[in-house]
C-alpha cells in the first residue's frame, strides 16, 4: 500500500508539473506538486525520496532557481548511484547537463543518454520527462 500511495503522489505531481512546463508563466499548479513532495519525503522509502528530489528540481526550475535544482539533482544523483537505480541516475545526470551546459553539461548529458542506451532506449529526453518533469525541452 505504501508503494501504490508514493506513487500516486508522484504521478499526480508529474503530470501537474508537466503541464505547468507546457504553459507559460507561474502556476498554482506548483503547490500540489510541492504538497506531493513533501508527502513523498515524509516516505521511508529510497524511490519515494529520489521521486521527492526530482519533483523539486523540477519546481526550482520554474521558479528559474538554478541553484537550487542542481542542488536536488546532485542529491538525486547520490541516491540512484547508492540504490543503483540506473535510469533516474540517468535523469539526474541529463538534467543537471541541462542546467550545467558547456562542455561539462554535455559531458553529463552525454554520461546520461549512455546509461539509457544501454537499456536500448532510444528517445533519451522523452524517457526523463517521465520522471524527471517541468524542466525545458532540450
Known sequence: IQLVRCL???MLARHLLSA???ADGASTRDIPVARAGRALERETMEIASLWALMLRA???VRAEDVAAAVDHLQK????AKRNEMSFYLAAAYRRLGQLRGGGE???SIAAGD???TKEGIRDPERMIEIVSPGFPAA
Open 8 to 10: 500516486a503522489h508522484f
Open 20 to 22: 505547468a512546463a507546457e
Open 58 to 60: 523540477g519546481v526550482a
Open 76 to 79: 538525486a544523483l547520490r541516491l
Open 114 to 116: 549512455s546509461l539509457l
Open 105 to 107: 553539461g554535455a559531458q
